[in-house]
């Protein structure tokens, strides 16, 4: 019983994550471009979406993976979770707080 548990809780887990991932209501593609150039596109996209609302960040960038959770941290919003991309580079979904 406990394994079957377990394994119905990581479905549930595993909806609960793409939901999260599918309900982002703007993605912005920031492949291609170096540093500063992501953040500064998250900075200025993440004004396109209301308080509450998620957004997808795409690069491919090396050093998007230390500023993007460093600009959310300095700017209070919420790095949710990130995911390698099929074609290439990062997802970062992030959370507007404010």
């Known amino acids: 019983m406990r394994s079957a548990d377990r394994d119905d809780h990581s479905d549930r887990d595993h909806s609960a994550w793409d939901a999260a991932w599918n309900g982002a209501r703007l993605t912005v593609d920031a492949r291609g471009r170096r540093c500063p150039l992501p953040i500064i596109e998250l900075a200025r996209r993440i004004r396109d979406i209301d308080v509450g609302a998620d957004l ?43």
């Open 56 to 98: 997808q960040l795409w690069a491919d960038d090396p050093a998007a993976a230390h500023d993007v959770p460093a600009w959310c941290r300095m700017r209070a919003q919420e790095l949710i979770s990130t995911r390698e991309l099929a074609d290439g580079g990062t997802a970062y979904l992030v959370h507007r707080l404010s």
